[in-house]
């Protein structure tokens, strides 16, 4: 029996300049660009394994240790790599007929906020590109899987182009810095509440784009002049700059969150507290020692510089003094203290 297998993993990103609205849901091109932080390859992140077999009888599909029905975003992405193998003739046409498995786990909690489909997706079209011998580009095939996904595709810091295209083939992911160009930054996750989010990025963002007028402003003004400044920023390795649009950018999304029609509350009372005791502490130093921003759900990313995670590290503890790390079991809701 042969079985062709390859294996990868692939980290989240974290948004510093956020995709929130398509406008086209079938190929999912977003309404505007954006740009995130690669982690790197040591936490959070999916670990994948797709075999195809002329012996496998159907597609099969495991996350996290349980079978899962594939969705119809995967069937998507298998297509679209089965087609580009096609063209350029990179594996035979029986073994493209093949049956394929897939294994799939994310070391950090699925679908609480925190990219988890963007690291599963940008893992099995890494994979599958492997498997079917496809060379080149295909963040524009991940982002058929999950817009986020395409930027998972690359390390450092990366733009998922809006594009102009109507068929989406300019809307890729492209680096704009390698992690070795700022190998100081630091970023720390705060989870605030592990658990399933109440309403998913996709549904969120559709009900954003039918009734939000604050989505139309934030598209067309707001976020080109933060992808220029964060651009600069980072290409300069200007923290300030880079601090002040992440936490500005986050607050504008949430701002269209809460314009949508019922709003959307992905934050609580306790992210709200981490966004004011971030300031305190910018505050009190008079610079941006540190950043915050929050995707679709309540848990706070903060970045920062290496040689500042001690002392932010530090207050953190003292403000929350039943944190623990995530590997020495979770998190609690309440364990704040008042700044
Ligand atoms: C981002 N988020 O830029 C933004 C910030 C969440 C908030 O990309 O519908 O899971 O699969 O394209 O990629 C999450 O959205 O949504 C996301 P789909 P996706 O990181």
Not at 70 to 77: G, M, T
Not at 93 to 108: A, V, Y
Not at 112 to 139: E, K, T
Request: one cysteine or more; hydrophobic letters at 40%; aromatic letters at 8%.
């Amino acid at each position: 029996m042969v079985i062709l297998s390859v294996t990868g993993r692939a980290p989240i990103n974290i948004a510093v300049v956020k995709y929130w609205g398509k406008k086209d849901e079938r190929l999912i091109l977003p309404l505007n660009g954006s740009i995130s932080g690669t982690l790197d390859l040591t936490h959070m992140c999916a670990t994948t394994t797709v075999a195809i077999s002329e012996s496998f009888s159907e597609d099969q599909f495991w996350l996290n240790g349980l079978e899962c029905s594939l969705s119809a975003r995967f069937s998507i992405v298998l297509e679209a790599i089965k087609k580009r193998a096609l063209e350029n003739e990179t594996i035979d046409r029986e073994k493209l007929s093949w049956k394929i498995h897939i294994c799939s786990k994310n070391n950090f909690p699925t679908a609480a906020g925190l990219a988890s489909s963007a690291a599963g997706l940008a893992c099995l079209v890494f994979c599958l590109a492997r498997l079917y011998n496809i060379d080149g580009d295909v963040s524009g095939i991940a982002r058929l899987g999950s817009g986020s996904a395409c930027r998972s595709m690359y390390g450092g810091f990366v733009e998922w182009m809006v594009g102009e295209c109507r068929d989406g083939r300019d809307s890729v992911a492209k680096q704009i810095i390698p992690a070795n160009h700022w190998p100081n930054m630091a970023v720390l996750i705060l989870v605030v509440n592990a658990g399933r989010k109440h309403t998913s990025s996709t549904s969120g963002m559709q009900t954003s784009v039918q009734t939000s007028r604050l989505l139309e402003h934030r598209a067309k003004l707001v976020v080109p002049d933060h992808i220029d400044l964060m651009r600069g920023a980072l290409l300069q390795k200007d923290f300030q700059t880079f601090a002040q649009v992440t936490m500005k950018d986050s607050n504008s999304m949430h701002a269209v969150c809460m314009d949508t029609y019922p709003p959307i509350h992905y934050l609580t009372h306790v992210s709200h507290h981490i966004i004011n005791l971030v300031h305190s502490i910018n505050n009190y130093f008079r610079t941006c020692k540190v950043a915050y921003t929050f995707d679709a759900g309540p848990n706070a990313c903060l970045y920062l510089l290496d040689d500042d995670l001690p002392t932010i590290l530090s207050l953190i503890r003292y403000f929350y003094p039943k944190i623990q790390n995530v590997e020495e079991g979770g998190t609690d809701d309440d364990a704040c203290r008042d700044g």
